[in-house]
C-alpha cells in the first residue's frame, strides 16, 4: 500500500479561475483597478459589496462576457479568448425574469442551457433528456417542466435558471446574487443545496449575494482579498491539508 502524502492546499488542486492584474472601465468610469485573484478547484467564492461596488462587472469578465482593458484571465489554465469549454461553467445571471408571455416552457429552457450561444444547436435526443430530468429532479422542479416559464413565481423560475446552468454537471458554477427576491425557506433550501454540491460533488462556486449570514456563516468573516470595496471569502470544500493520496484524491 502507497504511503500517504501530506499535499500543502495550494499545491493539490487546480486553478479555475486566475485574474492576473485585471483592471476594467465604462467608458470613463474606472470600476476594477489591478485586480489579481486565484480561484482553486473545490473553493467556495462569496463576492460582497456596496450597490455599485463592481460585483456583475466582476463575474461577467470571469465567464468572457467582458473583456478586461488590461491584465489577463485564465479559465481552467486557458487564456479565456481561447477558452471553448463551457460546459465546464454554468452561469445564472443577476434579476432573471421573463415576461409572463415568454412562450418556452420550463424543459426547453433548461434543455437550452445543453448549448452554450458559442456552440451550434444540436438535435435533442434521449440522453440530452435524462440530463434534463436529472436537473428538474435536483432543483426540485419535475412537476413544473411542462408548464410556461413566465408564469412561474420568481423563486420557481430561479430554480429554473439554476436546473439551466446545471445541465451540463459544470465544474464551476458562477451564481450573480441567486436568491434576490426568494422566499426565506426556498432561500434556505438553496443555500442547503449550494453547500451539499460543494461539500459532496467537487464543484467549485462564485457567488455575489447580499446575504451576510450565509457568506459569514459559510466563509467566515475575513475576506481573503478585496477588490476595491468588494470582499471575497473563500471556503474549500476539502480538508484543508489534503492527506490523502494523489490518486484517491482526484477520484473523491
Ligand atoms: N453597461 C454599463 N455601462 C456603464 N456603466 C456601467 C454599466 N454596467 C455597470 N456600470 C457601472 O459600473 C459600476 C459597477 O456596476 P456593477 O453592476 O458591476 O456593480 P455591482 O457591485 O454588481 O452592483 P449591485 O450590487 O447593484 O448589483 C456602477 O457604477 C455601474 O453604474
Redesign the pocket.
Known amino acids: 500500500m502507497k504511503p500517504e502524502i501530506s499535499v500543502p492546499r495550494e499545491y493539490c488542486h487546480d486553478n479555475v479561475i486566475e485574474l492576473d492584474h485585471i483592471s476594467f472601465a465604462?467608458?470613463n468610469?474606472k470600476?476594477i483597478s489591478d485586480f489579481s485573484f486565484v480561484v482553486k478547484e473545490r473553493d467556495f467564492v462569496g463576492l460582497i459589496?456596496?450597490?455599485?461596488?463592481?460585483?456583475?462587472?466582476?463575474?461577467?469578465m470571469m465567464v468572457g462576457l467582458l473583456q478586461p482593458n488590461s491584465g489577463e484571465i485564465k479559465l481552467f489554465g486557458q487564456p479565456i479568448r481561447q477558452f471553448r469549454d463551457w460546459e465546464r461553467v454554468g452561469y445564472v445571471p443577476?434579476k432573471n425574469s421573463f415576461n409572463p408571455l415568454f412562450p418556452a416552457t420550463v424543459r426547453e429552457v433548461v434543455l437550452s442551457g445543453l448549448y452554450s450561444n458559442k456552440k451550434l444547436f444540436r438535435r435533442i435526443g434521449a440522453a440530452e433528456q435524462k440530463k434534463c430530468n436529472d436537473a428538474l429532479e435536483v432543483m426540485k422542479i419535475s412537476d413544473l417542466a411542462n408548464k410556461r416559464i413566465g408564469q412561474l413565481s420568481g423563486g420557481q423560475q430561479q430554480r429554473v435558471f439554476l436546473a439551466r446552468a446545471m445541465i451540463n454537471h459544470p465544474d464551476l458554477l458562477v451564481l450573480?446574487?441567486p436568491t434576490v427576491g426568494i422566499d426565506a425557506q426556498t432561500q434556505a433550501d438553496f443555500f442547503e443545496l449550494i453547500c451539499h454540491l460543494h461539500a459532496h460533488h467537487q464543484m467549485t462556486f462564485l457567488m455575489?449575494s447580499?446575504d451576510l449570514d450565509f457568506i459569514h456563516g459559510y466563509m467566515g468573516v475575513e475576506p481573503r482579498a478585496h477588490c476595491g470595496?468588494?470582499g471575497l471569502y473563500v471556503r474549500h470544500s476539502h480538508d484543508p491539508e489534503c492527506v490523502i493520496p494523489d490518486l484517491q484524491h482526484s477520484l473523491l
Do not use: C, F, P
Open positions: 465604462y467608458q468610469q470600476v459589496g456596496s450597490n455599485g461596488a463592481g460585483k456583475t462587472t466582476l463575474m461577467r443577476q450573480d446574487e455575489v447580499h470595496a468588494i
